[in-house]
């Protein structure tokens, strides 16, 4: 595969495919990665929860309603044989997380997004750190949930990975709890990002996601700081409005 690794001669693209390419591709399946990983953009981000027997799977709803063709009920009560039976736009299956490491390896770095909500996925914090660690990935991603404890429970089984705070809101109350667990990434709704708050950010050496920025118009407001990182479902348009392509 000529695209593999980082040798290809095409330009790095700075930003966040967001579920690879979904507006081209089936968000969050292989084929969806693959288009990223062939525009050459820096970042990838994925969703992950767990079947009903502890498997960790890439998938962004709770249920499979939405993104299968043939599937009806919750993720968490379906086994990785009953998801894997299911289809995505007729070809594609859900991934799990290994097979999404395994073709990301060396090529792009991955925020890895927990859908932990609660006690709804038990254990899956250290799930996830297992198999990161088993295929050396360590230094190539980091771990982003808008459950707060799931970042402290990571934080406590490995005070090494990358962690990014997710919230809709920008509130400086969440200075100091991300100085607490060490969180370099903190990642926004985009419309709520404040001037004041990419200059706080730039002070903490925290790295500021805008999600998820697909309107040109509002790229082109992110284009004007050079610190904010894009989170995008458009990445070809991303890549010609910041002139990248
Ligand atoms: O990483 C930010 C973004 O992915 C969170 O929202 O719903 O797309 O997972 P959602
Ligand atoms: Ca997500």
Same mark, same amino acid.
């Given at each position: ?8 001669? /095409?330009?790095?693209?700075? !930003? ?14 292989? =084929? ?40 009806? !009920? ?6 990785? +044989? ?17 097979? +999404? ?60 990975? !990358?962690?990014?705070? =997710?919230?809709?809101?920008?509130? #400086?109350?969440?200075?100091?709890? +991300? /100085? ?15 001037? #004041?708050? =990419? ?6 050496? =925290? ?18 700081? #050079? ?19």
């Amino acid at each position: 595969n000529e695209s593999k690794g980082r040798t290809s001669m /095409k330009k790095q693209i700075k !930003g966040i495919a967001h579920r690879g390419y979904p507006s081209k591709y089936p968000e969050n399946t292989l =084929i969806s990665f693959q288009a990223a990983c062939d525009l050459n953009f820096s970042h990838l981000e994925l969703d992950v929860q767990l079947s009903k027997d502890g498997v960790p799977v890439v998938i962004h709803d709770i249920s499979v309603d939405r993104m299968t063709d043939n599937g009806i !009920g919750q993720v968490k009560n379906l086994t990785l +044989a009953e998801l894997k039976e299911l289809t995505i736009g007729g070809t594609e299956r859900i991934p799990t997380f290994e097979e +999404a490491l395994d073709l990301l390896k060396d090529r792009i770095i991955v925020d890895i997004e927990l859908k932990q909500m609660g006690d709804l996925y038990p254990g899956m914090e250290q799930l996830v750190l297992e198999m990161v660690k088993k295929k050396g990935m360590q230094e190539q991603v980091f771990i982003t949930s808008f459950d707060h404890y799931c970042l402290q429970r990571v934080r406590q089984l490995d005070d090494k990975i !990358g962690l990014g705070l =997710i919230n809709i809101g920008a509130s #400086p109350a969440f200075f100091p709890f +991300a /100085k607490e667990i060490n969180c370099g990434y903190m990642s926004i709704e985009h419309q709520h990002i404040t001037e #004041p708050f =990419i200059r706080r950010c730039e002070e903490e050496g =925290i790295q500021l996601i805008s999600w998820t920025v697909n309107q040109e118009s509002d790229m082109k407001m992110v284009a004007q700081y #050079p610190s904010l990182l894009i989170c995008t479902n458009e990445l070809e348009l991303w890549a010609k409005v910041s002139g990248q392509n």
